[in-house]
Each structure stands twice: as structure tokens, then as C-alpha cells.
């Protein structure tokens, strides 16, 4: 069964990608964070190259209407239309998309959630529609935490 986790009240968002991204390939995962624009994953792809200050995780910009990119256990991109993924690979989700709704929806999902109240009411919304489509769902609340 799927399953979608939710980070509430983070923070530090950008912080978290890089250390959630990190967790998640260190348990062998690989991973993609899906974005909303080009913008925010050049953003973290520079975060990346500074976070974990201890070392380097490989990872590289992937366009969607490429083969998706084998030799890395991170890839970054954005979009408006969810591409379709092998569903092994563990999507981090910082867009309004709902991966739920993808073509082939992948296994496991990261929803990062923020501290406003706009945030938590979208989160909500995402909740009950992962829920709907079968997804069991995980909360961590990050409040004081991250």
C-alpha cells in the first residue's frame, strides 16, 4: 500500500530537504523532489552542494521528458504536469501538486509543510485526497524540531 508522510510545522524548509533528502538515500532510497518552478530547484541544488557541510550528496537537475537519470540517488525537478516514475522511487513533494494524482503514483511520498496557517489548510487538503486514493498516511510534527 502506499504511503504518504507529512512534516508540519518546519521551520527551515530548505534545511529539511537537504536533511531529509540525505536520511532518505542513506536508507537507500532514491529520490526525487518535486518542485513548482525552475527557481526553487536551482535553489536547492545549491543548497545541496553546502548541505550536509560534512559531505556531498550526488544529485542532479532532471527534465521530465528525459529518461530519468540512473547514476544518482537524487534528482531534482519541477513542473506543472507530474511525469511518470518508477514507483520504488521516493518522491519529496514541496509543489501544490498531488502525487497522488500522478500516472503512476509512486510508492512513497515526503509532504514538507511549513508553519502558516495557509500551509497547514493545504496540507489538510492533501491529507484527505492521499487518503482517498488508498495511501496510508504518517504525520511528524517538526514543531521545535526543524
Not at 503512476?104 to 502558516?116: C, K, Q, Y
Request: hydrophobic share 45%; proline share 6%.
Amino acid at each position: 500500500m502506499p504511503q504518504a508522510t507529512f512534516y508540519t510545522h518546519v521551520a527551515d524548509i530548505a534545511d529539511f530537504i537537504c536533511r531529509l533528502s540525505v536520511r532518505a538515500v542513506e536508507k537507500g532510497a532514491r529520490v526525487l523532489v518535486w518542485a513548482e518552478a525552475e527557481e526553487e530547484i536551482e535553489r536547492i541544488d545549491l543548497d545541496l552542494w553546502r548541505n550536509p557541510p560534512e559531505g556531498f550528496l550526488p544529485h542532479e537537475i532532471w527534465h521530465a521528458d528525459t529518461a530519468y537519470p540512473q547514476d544518482v540517488p537524487l534528482a531534482l525537478a519541477y513542473g506543472s504536469e507530474l511525469p511518470e516514475i518508477d514507483a520504488e522511487i521516493v518522491v519529496l513533494n514541496i509543489s501544490e501538486h498531488f502525487w497522488c494524482d500522478a500516472p503512476a503514483a509512486p510508492e512513497r511520498v515526503l509532504e514538507i509543510v511549513g508553519e502558516s496557517l495557509e500551509e497547514l489548510a493545504a496540507a489538510r487538503e492533501r491529507f484527505r485526497a492521499y487518503r482517498q486514493q488508498g495511501f496510508t498516511i504518517e504525520h511528524h510534527n517538526m514543531q521545535g524540531k526543524a
